[in-house]
């Protein structure tokens, strides 16, 4: 998973502006996207300059430039300078991002690009979402047929326009969200005009996961609100798995909009249960266990007031290899918890994620195992899970890509 973004002026007199703050705001936006580094490519009439950082928020003196694109790395390589353009990317198409690139940077120069760009997006297979930027000064943006990875349009009167992963990011940046760049559409911004094209788009590839896990409660995803759905999907999760208990607390912090639909349709009180040291930390995506159990220790230290002698329900998003669960659960119980029933705000992940965001199915806690065996597993008095028919009713629509979910097609 990464988080990409390119803000682009328009006018006369666009040579005053400075984008490289704008683009690293949005990418302070984006961290829940990507923490294994962040950069920026910035045109300033003449050249293309570039700065990467460890940290976005180190990014705070950015190269002077008018128009720009910028991403937050989740381990993928997709960070493409090739000829007359920078690209960064979200996903992978079938034919690999390095021609991926190749040929945007052709469709760029052409006589007519948006089309030409079209025409790239229609036959490159894959899931994905670009940013690019010509060393001309035109920035481009655009989705795959199926619009597996979201992407949203924002402007700043008539003087800026911009794109990003998340509708968040552009509030941040300070930008009006105008809506989402549609499947299988590209638009290209350059001092002049703002022009779109779109291949022909597929249905059921938007990605489900978004909603329940990557992006921020704050953002809209091709018009649904995604902490709209986390709410609904508590709701859900009450009536299909209700539980006896005095208190719900939920795992921050994607589970927080899921523990407050529950508490409210359960009527069991909801109560602060956690306090992170370190922020919007995504455990799932560390790469060793050694990481993962240190990350839960900084990221969820218990408030014992909060549970002791209590009975809890604990919510949480869903559950990935058991780890974090694990560790949660036994820190409820040191902390004095009497009944630990976990509710997960999602069906059991079985792999086959065509993203490849997922861990190898071998190393997913659910992937085999039954709900009484994973409590036994996590030292939980039970665990129950959201189920599919659940998901699709709290997504409220079709057209969603389910193939990570055990039970789906």
């Known amino acids: 998973m990464g988080g990409i973004l390119g803000v682009c002026t328009f006018g006369q007199g666009r040579e005053v502006w400075r984008v490289s703050p704008f683009l690293r705001y949005g990418l302070m936006a984006l961290r829940n996207r990507g923490s294994q580094g962040a950069a920026i490519a910035v045109f300033d009439g003449f050249t293309v300059a570039r700065a990467e950082a460890r940290d976005p928020e180190d990014l705070e003196e950015g190269p002077p430039g008018y128009v720009g ?15 007359e353009v920078v690209l960064a990317g979200d996903g992978a198409p079938e034919i690999g991002w ?6 945007a940077a052709a469709a760029l120069s052409s006589s007519d690009p948006a089309p030409a760009l079209a ?17 001309g000064g035109t920035l481009a943006a655009g989705r795959d047929p199926g619009g597996s990875l979201p992407l949203e349009v924002g402007s700043m009167g008539f003087d800026m326009g911009a794109v990003a992963s998340e509708s968040a990011a552009l509030e941040v940046m300070g930008f009006e969200h105008a809506g989402p760049i549609r499947p299988g559409e590209v638009i290209v911004m350059d001092p002049l005009e703002v022009s779109r094209a779109s291949a022909d788009p597929r249905e059921g590839s938007r990605c489900s996961f978004e909603y329940v896990y990557n992006a921020r409660h704050d953002s809209v995803i091709d018009g649904v609100s995604v902490y709209a759905v986390r709410e609904r999907i508590g709701e ?5 798995a209700p539980a006896d208990a005095d208190v719900v607390i939920g795992v921050p912090e994607t589970s927080l909009p899921v523990a407050i639909g529950y508490s409210r349709r359960s009527g069991i009180p909801l109560a602060l249960g956690f306090v992170s040291s370190v922020g919007r930390l995504r455990t799932a995506g560390l790469r060793t266990a050694l990481e993962r159990v240190a990350g839960v220790q900084l990221k969820l230290n218990v408030i014992e007031s909060a549970v002791d002698g209590r009975d809890v329900v604990l919510v949480d998003d869903s559950v990935v290899r058991g780890t974090t669960l694990r560790n949660v659960v036994w820190n409820l119980r040191r902390k004095g918890a009497r009944i630990v029933h ?6 059991p992940l079985a792999g086959g994620c065509p993203l490849r965001r997922l861990p190898p199915r071998d190393e997913l806690i659910s992937s085999d ?3 009484e065996q994973i409590a036994a597993v ?23 890509c ?7 097609a």
Request: hydrophobic share 45%.
């Open 69 to 83: 694109v910028g991403a937050v790395a989740s381990g993928d390589d997709s960070w493409f300078e090739v000829g």
């Open 98 to 103: 390095r021609r991926f690139a190749d040929e």
């Open 119 to 135: 025409d790239v997006v229609g036959g490159a297979g894959g899931h994905y979402a670009f940013v690019a930027l010509s060393r």
């Open 236 to 240: 859900l999760l009450a009536e299909e």
């Open 342 to 347: 976990v509710r997960v705000g999602s069906p």
């Open 369 to 371: 195992l039954s709900e």
């Open 378 to 400: 996590v030292g939980a008095d039970s665990v129950r899970f959201l189920s599919l028919e659940g998901l699709r009713a709290a997504l409220g629509a079709d057209g969603f």
């Open 402 to 408: 389910m193939r990570c979910w055990r039970g789906s």
